[in-house]
């Protein structure tokens, strides 16, 4: 048999650059996306997603939670990351070792060799859930780049500028597609618009977003 015939069920990874410092693996995380899965419930089921409240009051309308050393928390005080569930005041479950092969295997292909996460942040959008545009400014140590895995129904991705106003680039994300950035383009803007309707063939009407990051 030859990989031809299986050209359409499973996509060559494939590298486009977005901008300086961003790079898209098309289909990277594909042949591991089956243990993904499993990881991400096995995560949930201990530190279960949750609608935070943003700074201003109001919930997101993405689910969240995290693994790792530090997790990814919003509340009435802020953006920051904590070491404990607020939810549990529990540690956050640790990251699975398929998450960090992953995230490493990623970072390196793009030339980032030295990346060791301590968060991994786990984004659930439904049907009509965004992600407004925000930098991400939070980490102790802009050098390392995040490494962003996104599965199930696809979504727009948008790619500002160092400025909240500059115009956006719209790049179109799926199942298995996996965001490399780093250097220059660490602090772009970036957002998600507002996952359309549709069915996944693996995770029904839903995006799962997997950011990892080194925080601390
Ligand atoms: C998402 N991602 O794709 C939201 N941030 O659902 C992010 O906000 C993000 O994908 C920094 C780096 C990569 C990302
Ligand atoms: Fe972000």
Request: a neutral charge; one cysteine or more.
């Amino acid at each position: 048999m030859t990989a031809d015939l299986f050209a359409d069920a499973a996509p060559e990874p494939r590298t486009e650059p977005i901008v300086d410092g961003a790079v898209v693996l098309r289909a990277f995380a594909l042949a591991d996306d089956a243990s993904l899965l499993t990881a991400i419930n096995a995560v949930i089921t201990q530190a279960p997603l949750r609608r935070m409240q943003t700074p201003g009051g109001l919930p997101m309308s993405v689910a969240i939670t995290n693994c790792g050393s530090l997790g990814w928390v919003s509340d009435e005080r802020g953006y920051r990351y904590a070491a404990h569930d607020p939810v549990s005041g529990q540690h956050w479950p640790a990251m699975p070792a398929v998450f960090l092969q992953l995230a490493q295997r990623a970072a390196t292909a793009t030339g980032f060799v030295d990346f060791v996460p301590d968060a991994c942040l786990i984004n659930r959008y439904e049907v009509g859930a965004r992600m407004s545009l925000h930098q991400d400014k939070n980490e102790g140590d802009f050098s390392q780049p995040i490494v962003s895995v996104s599965l199930g129904l696809p979504a727009v991705f948008q790619f500002g500028g160092l400025v909240r106003g500059d115009r956006t680039l719209r790049v179109p994300l799926a199942h298995g597609d996996v965001v490399v950035w780093g250097g220059d383009a660490r602090l772009r803007f970036h957002g998600v618009l507002p996952l359309k309707t549709g069915s996944h063939a693996v995770l029904g009407a839903q995006r799962i977003n997997l950011t990892f990051r080194k925080a601390g």
